[in-house]
């Protein structure tokens, strides 16, 4: 279903019933009388997108208006009347709806579950959009006081001189140290108070080109072509590790803004927005707003009316930020868009780079696409010539790339993992004031328990998992459900208590170092060890400001785009999982990965290397990236996908069902399988229902049946159609069911 803001809005006295979608799992819209108060006038002002409260199933739900008719194919009479609009003029803007449509029909989701992702969360439960107050600023008691005056509180001292010079945001004050007790304080003593401040009245942009770096020819000629750019267009910017994409991004937001228009920029993770924000606020100044998970409710609600409005010029976010409505929206940005994390693994599963792409199409505006290690679906694209793609393949500070080298380390003595040879090249890197990075795709101590005596092993008690050894603080934990337990003081098999750690995680590896390094500084950094954005951001600083040799490690925290000058050796302890995982997508991230993280070593004044250990040395992929060539290697990858169908020439959609007992989940995606077969075209080919790879989480047994289609119009024509079977099979309350389309994770 497409949805078409069309001249009916603008003349329809006879309209009287509203169309209306509710955030539930139920496909369509569903009809209601407007409410008592609303006259002829009101109900002809009324537009899709205003948030309207209505009773549905015994309690009052916010639900968003999509259309008007002037009848109901239900009898007047037996209609439900809304309670109240909640909103005097529609909060979401047509393109956005439309992409909510489009999006909904794709995925196979009620229109109402994905429109509501268009309001923040405090919108969604019904709530006003006021406004709050925003910033602080000084009295004119504060506006002469000296900050002597003040010599008790030195920090009230700074902030007060800080804002001595300018009106400031809240929340920068708060992430510039000064807590709520530090504001309070001058609140109280009347030196400063709160007040409604937009970004745009506080700007202070710093684009002058004596701010700016002097781009290489390969930056000038993007940006050239950006600029050459009306209407949609859709480009890849491939960029080696350290070539300056992000200056990139900068310049063709600068053109976006000289036109008055607005710009989205996407990233993967959390923590990449604040040191993305840092550079992007350097150059323009308070006009860039962050929206992501990690805000309050009320933050984010403010964010997203400054960017529904216009006030913000540059919203940068993580993939839920594509939702927001943007004014005048005339550029958008994904960066990394190869991260796996712009794939929505729950609820409403949708591909925020794919939908990106859909939304530039529908606001007629350029999209940028910008990685390293382009993903497959987007050099696809760029074969079939529906991308363009350019290039930056040199570091932008003129560095040469990492020198790789793969040890062998079948027969070799390792240390928590570490070869002899990678010990002696921490060491080296080490003695010359340098800093070594050590890639461990495992957190914990190790990745079971095991009894040396009996062979007992600990497992989780409603997973197919084994519990993971959390040594410091002496726990067995589960990386699945989270269940987590005391480490036991003998083996409940054989009262042994003869334990063996076996594998190696990055808390063992932390502890080894430890003992091999006494005198230097070692930070982990994993989900063990950071648990916010602020703490990611203070241990990576603690690294910049070490003035001698320092060892960092950690998993794929590491290998989201971190800039760390002074890292001139990365270790990559164990890979090889992926070469041989069933995930036809592995050797494609296995290559995205290896490339990503040697890409932290050498990004300063000083050479890098990589070095892989390695039980399969001999591997092709291995051998492929030796020559830095992500693109050679991913010509290869694509080849094969394409001899064998897969996606992105083929496409794939996911059913999983989840339910205490296995028959019934396997019994129930048998029907679907039997009944689609029937009814769907014959080139369409089914797999399973089988168990899924980790067959029980969480206390449910886990099966998938697995539709594929050699082309992806057949597959994709019938999603709706395979979804309406599985919602007439009988099944047991306890039994669930998703629906993926286009999957990425497999588990």
């Known amino acids: 279903m497409s949805v078409t803001l069309s001249a009916e809005f603008s003349d329809r006295p006879t309209m009287r019933v509203l169309q209306i979608a509710i955030p539930k799992p139920l496909h369509g819209t569903f009809d209601y009388l407007p409410p008592v108060d609303c006259d002829d006038q009101r109900i002809r002002d009324i537009q899709p997108g205003t948030r309207v409260l209505v009773p549905f199933r015994g309690r009052d739900t916010v639900g968003v208006v999509i259309g008007l008719a002037p009848q109901s194919e239900i009898a007047s009479n037996k209609l439900k009347r809304a309670i109240r609009l909640l909103d005097t003029q529609s909060l ?224 940068l976010g993580t993939r839920s930020a594509l939702f927001t409505p943007i004014a005048n929206l005339g550029l958008i940005i994904v960066d990394e868009e190869h991260d796996a994390a712009f794939k929505q693994q729950d609820g409403f599963r949708y591909h925020a780079r794919d939908l990106a792409i859909k939304r530039a199409q529908i606001e007629d505006c350029p999209i940028l696409l910008g990685s390293a290690t382009p993903s497959l679906e987007t050099l696809y694209n760029v074969q079939k010539g529906r991308f363009d793609l350019l290039k930056l393949t040199q570091r932008a500070t003129q560095a040469a790339l990492p020198h790789w080298q793969i040890l062998d380390v079948r027969r070799s003595q390792l240390t928590a993992g570490l070869s002899q040879p990678l010990i002696e090249a921490c060491r080296e890197t080490l003695a010359k004031g340098e800093q070594v ?193 992500f693109l050679i290697t991913a010509h290869d990858l694509l080849q094969h996908r394409i001899e064998s169908g897969l996606p992105p020439i083929g496409q794939m959609m996911l059913i999983h069902c989840d339910s205490p007992t296995p028959s019934d989940a396997e019994a129930f995606l048998m029907t679907c399988r039997q009944r689609a077969q029937r009814e769907l075209p014959s080139d369409l080919q089914f797999i399973g229902p089988i168990p899924a790879p980790l067959s029980r989480r969480a206390g449910k047994f886990r099966y998938q049946l697995t539709v594929f289609s050699a082309h992806q119009k057949n597959l994709h024509q019938w999603v709706a159609h395979l979804i309406d079977i599985l919602n007439t099979i009988r099944s047991k309350n306890h039994l669930s069911f998703a629906v993926d389309v286009d999957p990425y994770d497999f588990l």
């Not at 300018?166 to 007040?195: E, M, P, R, Y």
């Not at 203070?538 to 060892?551: C, K, P, W, Y």
């Open 92 to 315: 979401v803007t047509a393109p956005l709806i439309d992409l909510c449509s489009w999006s909904a029909h794709y995925y196979g989701y009620a229109l109402g579950e994905v429109i509501s992702l268009c309001f923040p969360p405090a919108l969604r439960r019904g709530g006003e959009l006021k406004q709050r107050p925003t910033a602080l600023t000084v009295t004119k008691l504060g506006a002469n006081h000296p900050s002597e005056g003040l010599s008790r509180s030195p920090k009230q001292a700074a902030l007060l001189e800080l804002l001595q010079q300018q009106t400031q945001f809240l929340d920068d004050l708060k992430s510039l140290g000064f807590t709520n007790t530090v504001i309070k304080g001058l609140i109280n003593k009347q030196l400063a108070q709160t007040c409604v401040l937009h970004p745009n009245d506080n700007a202070a942009k710093n684009t002058s080109e004596t701010n700016q770096p002097q781009l290489n020819p390969e930056q000038s000629q993007a940006l050239a072509a950006m600029a050459a750019t009306t209407g949609f267009s859709a480009k890849v910017l491939y960029g080696i590790t350290g070539s300056g994409k992000t200056e990139v991004y900068l310049g063709c937001i600068e053109q976006v803004l000289q036109r008055s228009q607005n710009a989205l920029v996407l990233v993967p993770e959390i923590a990449l927005t604040p040191q993305t924000a840092a550079r992007f606020r350097a150059r323009f100044g308070n006009t860039v707003g962050l929206l992501h998970s990690g805000l309050t409710d009320s933050e984010r609600t403010r964010i997203w009316d400054h960017a529904r409005t216009g006030a913000l010029q540059v919203l």
């Open 437 to 629: 990075l050590l890639f461990l795709n495992r957190r914990g101590f190790a990745h079971t328990l095991l009894c040396h005596d009996c062979g007992w092993i600990a497992e989780c008690d409603r997973c197919d998992s084994r519990l993971v050894i959390h040594q410091r603080n002496q726990r067995l934990r589960c990386h699945h459900c989270q269940a987590q337990k005391p480490m036991p003081s003998h083996c409940p098999n054989c009262r042994s208590q003869h334990w063996q750690g076996v594998g190696v995680g990055t808390e063992r590896a932390e502890l080894a170092l430890e003992t091999l390094f006494p005198n230097t500084p070692i930070t982990r950094i994993d989900s063990d060890s950071i648990g916010s954005v602020d703490q990611l951001n203070a241990a990576l600083d603690s690294t910049r400001v070490e003035s001698g040799g320092a060892i960092i490690i950690g998993t794929q925290m590491l290998a989201k785009g971190h800039d760390l000058e002074k890292v001139t050796l990365v270790g990559i302890v164990d890979t090889d999982a992926l070469l041989f995982s069933a995930d036809f997508r592995a050797e494609e991230r296995l290559a995205q990965l290896l490339i990503q993280v040697s890409g932290r070593s050498g990004r300063g004044d000083k050479p890098g290397r990589a070095i892989l250990q390695t039980h399969h040395p001999e591997a092709p992929l291995f051998q492929q990236i030796l020559n830095n060539d």
